[in-house]
Nanobody, 118 residues
Framework: QVHLVESGGGLVQAGGSLRLSCAAS????????IGWYRQAPGKQRDLVAA??????NYVDSVKGRFTISRDNVQNTMYLQMNSLKPEDTAVYFC?????????????WGQGTQVTVSS
C-alpha cells in the first residue's frame, strides 16, 4: 500500500508560479512510476508529467514551463509550475504505480485545486 498526500495548490494569476508537493508513505520502495495528472471540470483526467524508471515525460502543453522532481530521501515528489495559464486550471492528482509479486497497483492522492486567473 502507498498513501499519497498532495499540497501546494491555490489561486494564482496568469504568468505566476506554484509548486505542488506529493508526500508518499507506505511501501514506497515498490514504486516504479510516479507522476502528476490533472482534471479540468467536465474533462477526463490527463497525464501532466511522470518519472518512470528514471525517465521523465511531460505532456506537450507544459514542456518548458513545468518541472517534475523527486526527493527519494524525503519520499516526496514536486511539480514546479511556472508561466501558468488559465488553461492550467484543474484539480491536480499525484499518482504512483507499484510492482509487487509481478502485479502493478495504482494509487492516487486526493487532489489539489489549481486555479489560474486571467
Amino acid at each position: 500500500q502507498v498513501h499519497l498526500v498532495e499540497s501546494g495548490g491555490g489561486l494564482v494569476q496568469a504568468g505566476g508560479s506554484l509548486r505542488l508537493s506529493c508526500a508518499a508513505s507506505g511501501s514506497t520502495f515498490s514504486i516504479t512510476t510516479i507522476g502528476w495528472y490533472r482534471q479540468a471540470p467536465g474533462k477526463q483526467r490527463d497525464l501532466v508529467a511522470a518519472i518512470s524508471s528514471g525517465v521523465i515525460n511531460y505532456v506537450d502543453s507544459v514542456k518548458g514551463r513545468f518541472t517534475i522532481s523527486r526527493d527519494n530521501v524525503q519520499n516526496t515528489m514536486y511539480l514546479q509550475m511556472n508561466s501558468l495559464k488559465p488553461e492550467d486550471t484543474a484539480v491536480y492528482f499525484c499518482y504512483a504505480r507499484t510492482l509487487r509479486g509481478g502485479l502493478f497497483y495504482d494509487y492516487w492522492g486526493q487532489g489539489t485545486q489549481v486555479t489560474v486567473s486571467s
